[in-house]
């Protein structure tokens, strides 16, 4: 196999060492095998299978099983020093793949719809390197997280001591992004993506004949004004100048036409960077649904849970991917420096843990209908970004362990 790496688009990408332009061909094998064999969170068996195989090959120390599938590689110097962890996800989603590509998903109902075949695959094109040039100081441990689509594999991870033994100083890691275009990184200090809340309520009221109103209490009634009563939260209670989102993206109630619901059932989610806002706005669902619920005579019940933290980069992290990626993508104004998104990541839950950095790598490509959006059935990236994304981690290695 040939590489046909040299260039992105408009972008000037000579920082990506030859080593890596060769290692291409590699990478691109790499994810197309875990494209064709995705599977689900704490599921990952071929997955951690395939990338247990190439660690052991490679004479790289490993641990497997952990949290049910994860992985630790880890790589150490020839001198004492400071320790790096690098993350990559490896779970796919239940979605249909639609794409008529040669390496198209094998699992009926299960597809690679995020990019976290190309994330694993990067890791190991790290850890192949490294393997080979093993950093001058200090150690690298690459962690293969499962679950990261639900219900979360970092906190597991965590619990099992993968940033323990040796301790991990910093982590890094990526999200190969189809919102930007190849040859793009988008790397922030402070809040880069939300915290994700989860909620689930029932409306309970009573049920009656659709010809007979006064009889009932209509929980659909109830739950359309309890659903628009809930933006006010964002609209009237939360500062403007914090960003947040309240979205309620299920609604089920009824059985018949004339039939007026006893109950309905409605969830959602709720975003936001600011961490203070978890308990407002938990605080703000009981208020309103109790006080529509008290207005029309209906009760309800409510669950709601904090599911990921935001993501919140370290200053220090975040100016070293910037400067290691900015000597890659050399044209400067594709390093952006502002980039946020309501998207949520359980990488939050590491980078709570120690300082690190998580950043976007632009991966879509219109001109070779290569840019529909994350979790859609036609899901597919320029896979000229794989080499790219090792140089950028690689470039990190070697400063950091300086």
């Avoid at 110097?77 to 590509?101: F, T």
């Avoid at 070293?320 to 939050?348: F, P, W």
């Avoid at 300082?355 to 320029?382: I, T």
């Amino acid at each position: 196999m040939v590489s046909t790496f040299p260039s992105l688009g408009d972008a000037n990408l000579t920082g990506v060492r030859l080593e890596l332009r060769e290692l291409q061909p590699y990478l691109v094998r790499w994810r197309r095998n875990l494209h064709q064999r995705p599977e689900l969170g704490f599921q990952e068996n071929l997955t951690s299978a395939f990338v247990s195989e190439k660690l052991q090959k490679w004479g790289i120390f490993h641990q497997t099983g952990i949290a049910k599938t994860g992985i630790v590689a880890t790589i150490a110097g020839a001198k004492p020093g400071p320790v790096l962890g690098i993350r990559a996800d490896m779970d796919a989603l239940p979605i249909q793949e639609e794409n008529e590509v040669s390496y198209k998903s094998q699992h009926d109902g299960v597809m690679h719809a995020c990019g976290h075949d190309g994330h694993t695959a990067i890791a190991l094109g790290v850890a192949r390197h490294l393997a080979k040039h093993p950093p001058t100081a200090g150690t690298v441990k690459i962690i293969f997280q499962p679950a990261e689509e639900g219900p979360g594999g970092a906190k597991p991870m965590i619990e099992a001591g993968v940033l323990e033994n040796p301790r991990v100083d910093a982590i890094i890691g990526l999200h190969l992004w189809n919102n930007l275009n190849i040859g793009t990184v988008a790397v922030r200090t402070g809040p880069f993506m939300a915290a994700t809340d989860l909620f689930e309520c029932t409306i309970r009221g009573k049920g009656g004949h659709g010809a007979m109103p006064h009889q009932t209490v209509d929980s659909i009634l109830v739950a359309t004004q309890a659903v628009q009563a809930l933006q006010t939260i964002v609209a009237r209670n939360i500062d403007p100048l914090d960003s947040a989102v309240v979205t309620v993206g299920k609604l089920h109630a009824g059985t018949a036409r004339n039939v007026i619901a006893d109950r309905a059932e409605l969830a959602g989610t709720v975003r936001y960077f600011n961490s203070t806002l978890e308990k407002l706005v938990r605080q703000r669902f009981d208020e309103i649904l109790t006080g529509v619920c008290q207005t029309h005579g209906a009760s309800y019940d409510l669950n709601y849970w904090n599911l990921y933290p935001p993501v919140i980069n370290d200053r220090a992290i975040a100016d070293l991917v910037r400067s290691c990626a900015s000597e890659v993508v050399e044209n400067q104004s594709k390093i952006d420096s502002e980039y946020q998104t309501m998207g949520a990541e359980d990488m939050s839950l590491f980078l709570q843990a120690v300082p690190g950095c998580y950043f976007f790598l632009g991966s879509a490509n219109s001109a070779k209908n290569l840019a529909y959006p994350h979790h859609h059935p036609r899901f597919n990236f320029d896979e000229n970004v794989l080499s790219v994304g090792v140089e950028i981690f690689l470039r990190c290695v070697e400063r950091f362990c300086k």
